[in-house]
């Protein structure tokens, strides 16, 4: 699917002073909350309503920074409800399809590629209380644990001792489980070091 992206910058927040008729009567309260683009200033109200500001039929995105990059939160084809505050404005121009939010939302944005991927979550850590292995251990297990852990370097058992918890993805958790499956089989280690 082929479009342009034009980028409109980024917005910042700025309060007006108050704006009264010349009756007399308040047309904008003091501190209200108005947004301007950050290189030029220009207010977003003006530039949102001006004709020439977006092409007929393009889709606004307001893209957030975060520690992971820019990160688009709102997708507008109603230009009237954007208010891009603390954030960078680009406008898809040409894009046909039924709902930009499903392919455009919850993206991360690279405006030097101009490309959208998907926000990667990592996986979660599985963990195994050690005492969670005791409390599983016949005591037959545990003496059998315990020789087990006294056949590894000192590092390795000191490593053991001081450690609360184990970490499924940790390389040592991978040694011990190898010597558990040697001295229980794989099925009962694989219950002994379950996740807790």
């Known amino acids: 699917m082929s479009y342009t992206i034009i980028d409109h910058g980024t917005w910042v927040p700025y309060t007006r002073e108050a704006v009264v008729s010349p009756e007399g009567f308040p047309l904008v309260p003091a501190g209200t909350m108005f947004c301007r683009r950050e290189s030029d200033g220009a207010d977003w109200y003006d530039f949102s309503r001006a004709q020439d500001s977006f092409a007929a039929g393009s889709i606004l995105i307001a893209c957030l920074k975060t520690d992971i990059g820019w990160v688009t939160q709102g997708v507008f ?27 455009f939302g919850m993206k991360i944005y690279d405006p030097v590629a101009q490309t959208f991927t998907d926000i990667s979550v990592p996986a979660p850590q599985v963990i195994v209380f050690k005492k969670d292995i005791w409390v599983r251990a016949t005591d037959a ?41 040697e001295a229980f089989g794989e099925e009962r280690a694989g219950e002994l070091l379950a996740e807790s």
Request: no cysteine; net charge negative.
């Open 77 to 103: 084809a109603d230009f009237g409800r954007m208010f891009p505050q603390n954030q960078m404005l680009i406008e898809l121009q040409g894009w046909e399809g039924e709902k930009p939010h499903n392919e």
């Open 141 to 181: 297990e545990a003496d059998t644990i315990e020789t087990v852990l006294s056949q590894q370097t000192t590092r390795k058992q000191r490593i053991f001792n001081e450690a609360t918890y184990l970490d499924h993805a940790d390389p040592f958790f991978a040694e011990l489980k190898a010597g558990f499956i």
